[in-house]
C-alpha cells in the first residue's frame, strides 16, 4: 500500500498533465515544480490526507523555513472517490501556521515550536480547485490522459509463481498514528527490537521502542519531544492495546 503522501503527488501531477501543463517532482521533497498553459512555472508543496485534515509543520510558519521556494501550496484530500485539490498561496498558508503557533505559545511560555501542525478543511476550502493559481485548465482534456497512459513502462512478462512454503513472521505486529502517516512495524520479544515494516524509515530497525518511537517522531516532523515507546506503540490488531499493556498481561 503506497503512503498517502505519494498518493498525493501522483494524483497531483497526473491532473496537471491533463490540465495542459506539466509537472516535475523536486528531488528529496513531495514539492513539484509546475509549467502552466502560458509557459510560466512555480513551486508547488504537496499535502495530502485521507482522514479529513492536512499535516504540516511548526516550523513552516518561520520565515525562511521553505527551501523549495514554493509560490503555492496544494492540499489534496484522498478521502472521496476521486482526488480533491485545493491550492492556497504559500503566504496565505504560513502566515496562517505562524499565527496558529503564536497562540499556542503563549498557552504555555517555554514551549519549543517544533513538531506537527494540522491544518484542518475550513482553512483551505476557498482554494477548491484554484487551478488557475497554476495557470492550468480548468477542464481535463481526455487526450492528455491517454498520452500519459502511452507513456507507462510495459508490463513485465507474466512468469508462471513457483510455490513456496508460507513464511508466519513471529514478531507482534504492532502500529502507531503520528503526523498524519500509519507506522506499521514488528517488535521481538526476545530482544526488544522494532523494525519498521511500512510507513516512514521502513526497513529501518532499532534496538528499543522507546528508541524506535522517537525515530520515527523525528523524521516525520521534526519533533524533539521524547515519546515512551511502550505506549506508542500499540497492537495492530482489534484491541488496539499499548505494547506495554499486553506484555504485562502475557508476561
Same mark, same amino acid.
Given at each position: 500500500?503506497?503512503?498517502?503522501?505519494?498518493?498525493?503527488?501522483?494524483?497531483?501531477?497526473?491532473?496537471?498533465?491533463?490540465?495542459?501543463?506539466?509537472?516535475?517532482? %523536486?528531488?528529496?521533497?513531495?514539492?513539484?515544480?509546475?509549467? #502552466?498553459?502560458?509557459?510560466?512555472?512555480?513551486?508547488?508543496?504537496?499535502?495530502?490526507?485521507?482522514? #479529513?485534515q492536512w499535516?504540516?509543520?511548526?516550523?513552516?510558519?518561520?520565515?525562511?523555513?521553505?527551501?523549495?521556494?514554493?509560490?503555492?501550496?496544494?492540499?489534496?484530500?484522498?478521502?472521496?472517490?476521486?482526488?480533491?485539490?485545493?491550492?492556497?498561496?504559500?503566504?496565505?498558508?504560513?502566515?496562517?501556521?505562524?499565527?496558529?503557533?503564536?497562540?499556542?505559545?503563549?498557552?504555555?511560555? #517555554?514551549?519549543?515550536p517544533t513538531?506537527?501542525?494540522?491544518?484542518?478543511?475550513?482553512?483551505v476550502a476557498?482554494?477548491?480547485?484554484?487551478?488557475? %493559481?497554476?495557470?492550468?485548465?480548468? $477542464?481535463?482534456?481526455?487526450?492528455?490522459?491517454?498520452?500519459?497512459?502511452?507513456?507507462?513502462?510495459?508490463?513485465?512478462?507474466?512468469?508462471?509463481? $513457483?510455490?513456496?512454503?508460507?513464511?508466519?513472521?513471529?514478531?507482534?505486529?504492532?502500529?502507531?498514528?503520528?503526523?498524519?502517516?500509519?507506522?506499521?512495524?514488528?517488535?521481538?520479544?526476545?530482544?526488544?527490537?522494532?523494525?519498521?515494516?511500512?510507513?516512514?524509515?521502513?526497513?529501518?530497525?532499532?534496538?528499543?521502542?522507546?528508541?524506535?518511537?522517537?525515530?520515527?517522531?523525528?523524521?516525520? &516532523?521534526?519533533?524533539?519531544?521524547?515519546?515512551?515507546?511502550?505506549?506508542?506503540?500499540?497492537?495492530?490488531?482489534?484491541?488496539?492495546?499499548? %505494547?506495554?499493556?499486553? %506484555? &504485562?498481561?502475557? #508476561?
Amino acid at each position: 500500500m503506497e503512503e498517502s503522501a505519494d498518493r498525493g503527488v501522483q494524483a497531483f501531477v497526473a491532473d496537471v498533465v491533463q490540465r495542459g501543463g506539466s509537472a516535475t517532482q %523536486l528531488k528529496g521533497s513531495r514539492a513539484v515544480r509546475v509549467k #502552466g498553459v502560458d509557459g510560466h512555472s512555480c513551486v508547488v508543496r504537496v499535502r495530502s490526507t485521507s482522514r #479529513g485534515q492536512w499535516m504540516a509543520r511548526r516550523q513552516d510558519g518561520t520565515p525562511g523555513s521553505d527551501p523549495t521556494g514554493s509560490s503555492y501550496w496544494v492540499f489534496v484530500d484522498l478521502a472521496t472517490d476521486s482526488p480533491q485539490f485545493y491550492m492556497v498561496e504559500s503566504d496565505e498558508v504560513e502566515s496562517g501556521i505562524a499565527a496558529d503557533v503564536e497562540l499556542w505559545l503563549a498557552e504555555r511560555p #517555554g514551549r519549543v515550536p517544533t513538531g506537527s501542525h494540522p491544518i484542518p478543511m475550513s482553512s483551505v476550502a476557498h482554494g477548491h480547485d484554484r487551478w488557475d %493559481l497554476l495557470n492550468l485548465n480548468r $477542464v481535463r482534456d481526455s487526450r492528455h490522459r491517454k498520452e500519459v497512459s502511452r507513456t507507462r513502462a510495459k508490463p513485465a512478462k507474466t512468469v508462471k509463481p $513457483v510455490a513456496e512454503p508460507d513464511f508466519v513472521d513471529p514478531r507482534t505486529a504492532i502500529v502507531s498514528d503520528f503526523g498524519g502517516y500509519r507506522i506499521h512495524a514488528r517488535f521481538d520479544a526476545d530482544n526488544s527490537n522494532v523494525e519498521i515494516t511500512r510507513g516512514p524509515m521502513e526497513g529501518r530497525r532499532f534496538g528499543h521502542p522507546t528508541t524506535a518511537a522517537n525515530a520515527v517522531t523525528k523524521f516525520v &516532523s521534526d519533533d524533539d519531544a521524547e515519546y515512551d515507546g511502550w505506549t506508542f506503540w500499540r497492537l495492530d490488531d482489534p484491541s488496539g492495546a499499548s %505494547l506495554g499493556n499486553y %506484555l &504485562s498481561r502475557s #508476561g
